[in-house]
């Protein structure tokens, strides 16, 4: 079964400072690989996907992420953040077929201004 | 286009009482998703429905939770009874093109606090 683990449980960061979200998957053949943003009392929004093709994906406020299957890695990074970028971030994973969409235990973003 | 919408958002019942979660997908999509959200956790999978055919529920705890999607459409999850463990966010989800779908839009969720 695939897993998802996201190794910063909280990350307190500057507005206007660069930051980057970090997750990582368990190996699979084939995978396609998710950020989602959770704002307080909202559900889940997605933020971007990797599913083929460039490894550099683009997603909506700013946000990127980089696919890197050697290291079975799929980080968040945006290079100037916002007080409203504030919330939790969840990576998650799924296999080809019909297979569930794991969730890694999200990042809380806090933004100090 | 309205997205997935979840009813109540927030419940709070007394534990041993029996509670209900009401989901109106988005229209067209076929498959609708339960999860479960604990506190500081990601959501996890309880049921997905392909239509009104109940496909993967083995992280269902069937002995007090059941789960249903009459004419395909709406659906509702039910606990009885609820135990304090039981206090989480409950969300829905849908996707248009079955299991293998690679997009999942949420609902906002229902908040359930068992005292």
């Known amino acids: 079964a695939q897993s998802v683990t996201q190794l910063d449980s909280q990350v307190p960061v500057f507005e206007e400072a660069p930051v980057e979200l970090r997750c990582n998957y368990s190996s699979s053949v084939s995978v396609y690989l998710f950020w989602y943003v959770q704002y307080p009392n909202q559900g889940l929004q997605l933020l971007l996907k990797y599913l083929s093709g460039s490894t550099l994906v683009k997603g909506i406020n700013g946000f990127e992420a980089e696919f890197n299957k050697s290291q079975t890695s799929f980080h968040l990074r945006k290079p100037s953040v916002h007080i409203s970028d504030t919330a939790e971030y969840f990576c998650?994973?799924?296999?080809?077929?019909?297979?569930?969409?794991?969730f890694g235990k999200g990042t809380r973003l806090s933004v100090i201004a | 286009e309205a997205g997935v919408v979840q009813s109540p958002r927030y419940k709070i019942i007394e534990k041993k009482q029996p509670v209900a979660f009401w989901c109106n997908p988005i229209?067209?999509?076929?498959?609708l998703y339960w999860y479960r959200q604990n506190l500081g956790q990601g959501p996890e999978l309880l049921i997905r429905?392909?239509?009104?055919?109940?496909?993967?529920d083995s992280q269902l705890p069937k002995d007090r939770f059941s789960a249903e999607r009459l004419k395909g459409v709406d659906s509702t999850l039910k606990i009885q009874p609820a135990e304090l463990g039981d206090s989480a966010v409950y969300l829905c989800?849908?996707?248009?093109?079955?299991?293998?779908?690679?997009?999942?839009?949420f609902g906002p969720g229902t908040r359930l606090t068992v005292l």
């Open positions: 229209s067209g999509h076929n498959t």
């Open positions: 429905y392909e239509n009104e055919e109940a496909v993967d």
């Open positions: 998650a994973v799924k296999g080809s077929g019909n297979t569930p969409l794991v």
């Open positions: 989800a849908s996707s248009p093109e079955g299991g293998r779908a690679t997009e999942q839009f």
